[in-house]
């Protein structure tokens, strides 16, 4: 698995080389993905298999997501679109409204 500054540089080179990367974290993924030299096909495995991640250096997709949002915070000129932006945030208040009656 990559240490965590090398995993920061991949994403924050990603974020600015494909910019559709910003506003999703699959895409992004997947990009980094076939950045370490995994087959389009292969990459069922990289879900399925840890021991295929292991082999192949790569970090779970919850880093790569983590790494995003850390860098997009740092540099907002990485930040996603603001439409993308605006519907994340319906989502956000959809699910504190829903799950947070309770508190």
């Known amino acids: 698995m990559n240490d965590l500054k090398t995993l920061e540089q991949e994403v924050e080179r990603l974020l600015l080389n494909v ?3 910003r506003n999703n974290d699959m895409i992004l993924y997947y990009e980094y993905c076939l950045s ?3 087959r389009e096909y ?3 495995k990289v879900f399925k298999d840890s021991g295929f991640r292991k082999s192949k250096g790569l970090s ?3 880093s790569v997501s983590r790494a995003r949002r850390k860098i ?4 907002p000129e990485l930040a996603p679109t603001k439409k993308v932006k605006e519907y994340k945030e319906e989502l956000e208040e ?3 409204n829903y799950y947070g009656k309770g508190v």
């Open 42 to 44: 292969d990459l069922y």
């Open 94 to 96: 959809e699910y504190r």
């Open 19 to 21: 910019p559709e990367t």
């Open 60 to 62: 779970v997709f919850e």
């Open 36 to 38: 370490n030299w995994v």
């Open 72 to 75: 997009q915070a740092e540099h």
